[in-house]
């Protein structure tokens, strides 16, 4: 019988989950549907606006030509008639002294023929028709402006669609995830002169997965870029996974999305232990400012709402590791007296994990490291065995010294503005950074009896956390070259 219910819930199981994902379907073909008539009245509509354009600069261009004929015909019109005038007047002057010779030849009066002769000579010799050029100054050849549309008129004939760009394809072996952030290389299965450049739209998730129809977060998009691949950088990894997806875009219209590619972003996340804080600290999810009043403003979320989510379930591998810690601490376990200590909700127990704070440094005291689950409520971070920390003293003078087992060692180093924190759990490494410079400000080697937590102290100050963060490149080069030299919590004094 139990079996047989087993079996049945299992069905059960897999015909809702078909349910939901057919649900899931009909709600995308009805948007489809929906998207289809839009987009049909759009590319109509614009079809529409490129032929009146079109026809406007056929028009325009038009009546351009028919003016620069009209230009020529006038030009030429005015020369013709300029250079007709005048020949008109030589020929009226020429027929005139034509006819006073003629006459004169006719004369029998010996006195008065010589001086006419004269007169007659000199005035052709000075008469207009003898200075003017008989070579038309305009052709009244007007073959220059004709004009062949043939081609463009093939050309306008070819007219069609602009075609829609390739879909590409995310190459996965050369995209790259370090040092929060994320470069995308795609390819086109052919060359597209036409393409103007593409979008690149990428989403959290914490499904590994084909992307599903309600996600829970939303589609960010780069546009405009012009090479086929892009880095994202500054990201802050809170969720297992990235999505990708990219698009061509041409002048006219965006080709269809590639297939979308899930890319690991492992990182370390937590957020503070409100559960278990000393009173005299305010206790938001990644901040802690101190309060001498002993008020806490703050919501203790309900823990049931996050050891449920798959991200920090204790069932999750070594290389998902580190845990969520136990629900909050009684009342009774938490930090009293001068302990003022807050802890993280995960626990680290494999792997190498990185975090960053960044504190008030006039703080009157400050510690950051990493405790076991065991530290006492009393216990103040490096005064036991239970804990390793960096802690800053502005009391009666500044200084910083790396603790363990109420043994200190002082840093000569600058006090920097916030603090990265390495934690290699297999090798039992815990080292110090300036976050800003990566320098290395003190490293424990140890072997870790249990899981750590990450672990803060404040007093009259505050600080934030960073997290979600990689292990920087140059922290693990750093790493693998001080493995032999790092300073060991044996050495305190």
Not at 479 to 484: A, G, K
Request: proline letters at 4%; aromatic letters at 8%.
């Amino acid at each position: 019988m139990g079996d047989q219910k087993e079996s049945l819930r299992k069905i059960t199981h897999t015909l809702a989950m078909k349910n939901d994902e057919i649900s899931n379907f009909v709600c995308t073909l009805k948007q489809s549907l929906d998207n289809l008539e839009a987009n049909s009245g759009r590319v109509q509509e614009d079809l529409q606006s490129e032929f009146t354009s079109l026809h406007a600069a056929l028009d325009e261009m038009k009546e351009s030509m028919v003016t620069r004929i009209k230009q020529e015909r006038a030009s030429r019109t005015y020369e013709l008639q300029s250079q007709l005038s005048a020949c008109s007047k030589a020929l009226e002057s020429s027929e005139e002294l034509l006819e006073l010779a003629n006459q004169t030849l006719c004369s029998s009066e010996t006195d008065t023929f010589t001086q006419a002769a004269k007169d007659i000579k000199d005035s052709v010799t000075m008469a207009p028709a003898f200075r003017l050029s008989l070579k038309a100054k305009a052709s009244d050849n007007m073959s220059h402006l004709m004009v062949d549309f043939s081609q463009e008129r093939e050309m306008l004939q070819g007219l069609k669609f602009l075609p829609v760009p390739a879909t590409p394809e995310i190459q996965v072996s050369e995209c790259q995830v370090c040092d929060n952030t994320v470069s995308v290389v795609w390819t086109l299965s052919e060359p597209d002169t036409k393409i103007d450049h593409y979008i690149l739209e990428h989403r959290r998730t914490n499904h590994e997965g084909p992307p599903r129809i309600r996600e829970d977060y939303p589609w960010m998009v780069v546009e405009g870029i012009r090479v086929m691949e892009h880095t994202l950088t500054g990201l802050r990894f809170d969720t297992r996974y990235m999505t990708f997806r990219v698009r061509a875009c041409n002048k006219a219209v965006a080709g269809e999305f590639s297939e979308p590619v899930t890319l690991e972003t492992h990182a370390f996340t937590f957020k503070l232990d409100s559960g278990s804080s000393h009173q005299n600290l305010k206790v938001e999810d990644l901040s802690v400012e101190w309060d001498s009043g002993g008020g806490k403003i703050q919501d203790i979320r309900k823990e049931k709402n996050r050891t449920n989510s798959p991200m920090h379930s204790p069932a999750r591998s070594a290389l998902m590791s580190p845990k969520r810690a136990p629900t909050a601490r009684p009342g009774r376990d938490r930090f009293t007296a001068e302990s003022y200590t807050v802890l993280a909700d995960t626990m680290i127990d494999a792997g190498q994990q990185y975090w960053e704070v960044r504190f008030d440094k006039e703080s009157k005291a400050f510690a950051v490291g990493v405790a076991l689950r065991s530290l006492g409520r009393f216990d103040q971070l490096g005064k036991s065995g239970a804990s390793w920390c960096i802690h800053l003293n502005n009391w009666l003078q500044q200084n910083l010294t790396a603790k363990h087992n109420n043994k200190a060692r002082t840093l000569d180093c600058p006090i920097p503005s916030s603090i990265g924190v390495y934690v290699n759990y297999d090798e039992g490494v815990l080292s110090f950074y300036n976050a800003k410079t990566k320098q290395l400000m003190h490293t424990f080697k140890t072997k870790f009896p249990q899981p750590v937590i990450p672990a803060f102290m404040v007093w009259n100050g505050s600080f934030s956390v960073v997290t979600g963060l990689q292990v920087p490149s140059v922290v693990q080069s750093g790493q693998r070259r001080n493995s032999n030299t790092s300073s060991s919590n044996a050495s305190l004094t």
